[in-house]
């Protein structure tokens, strides 16, 4: 669903009178349900760092004796081990990440020869410093999640994925109550969180949580399906 028809569907949800025909220039209740929802969304989002759906892959060729590698717009946090020089062919090399106070004490200062670079420092501000200057032109290629984008138009879409979008009506149907006092709303608005919020985690976070839906029955490998 669209930004707006998330804030229509949940004003149907809850049995509203409200009508929101757009999530611009909305006042009182409907202008609360355009910010729940778009709350909602942002903090689903923000839970975690690595959340699949916000994957993405930086792909920058370098420039000779410029070590700094901007970083991406939307960048959130980089996958630190993920880091190539020429990644597609035979002689690719796998960039180590070089502490960024070990690198200032040891590294910064002074004057060095051009090089295949074979680390990398991550600055403050999130760009990459290749250590050393590259010689030539490389392929440069990192995995990164993005940063949170916040709700803002019409016809904008969650990166959540559609099976699970129901999630955000869920947080946002609890900030509705949070803010009403209406308990039964609270109740089933958090149940229902917590059973989407556990098959989001398996789904879209690596590692353990893939397992977290599997069967327990040794001798099966399926996925339960939630009733």
Not at 78 to 105: A, G, I, M, P, Q
Request: aromatic share 12%; glycine share 4%; hydrophobic share 35%.
């Amino acid at each position: 669903m669209t930004y707006l028809e998330l804030c229509q569907k949940m004003v149907r949800d809850l049995g509203l009178q409200n009508t929101v025909a757009s999530v611009a220039e909305q006042t009182g209740m409907a202008a609360k349900i355009v910010d729940w929802v778009a709350d909602a969304d942002e903090y689903i989002q923000s839970l975690w760092q690595d959340w699949r759906f916000l994957w993405s892959q930086h792909s920058v060729s370098t420039i000779a004796s410029t070590r700094e590698v901007t970083a991406p717009t939307d960048l959130g946090t980089w996958d630190k081990d993920s880091l190539y020089l020429n990644y597609t062919s035979d002689d690719y090399v796998h960039l180590d990440e070089l502490d960024y106070l070990e690198w200032r004490s040891l590294y910064r200062q002074g004057t060095q020869t051009d090089d295949e670079p074979s680390q990398f420092v991550v600055l403050p501000n999130n760009n990459i410093y290749l250590e050393p200057a590259p010689d030539g032109v490389y392929t440069l290629t990192a995995d990164y999640w993005k940063v949170p984008v916040r709700l803002t138009a019409n016809n904008s879409k969650s990166p959540i994925p559609d099976r699970f979008e129901r999630i955000i009506l869920a947080q946002a149907k609890i900030y509705y109550s949070e803010h009403d006092e209406f308990p039964t709303v609270y109740e089933l608005a958090t149940a229902e969180f917590a059973k989407i919020y556990a098959q989001l985690k398996s789904a879209e976070l690596p590692g353990g949580f893939q397992n977290l839906r599997k069967s327990s029955n040794p001798g099966h490998n399926m996925w339960v399906t939630p009733v």
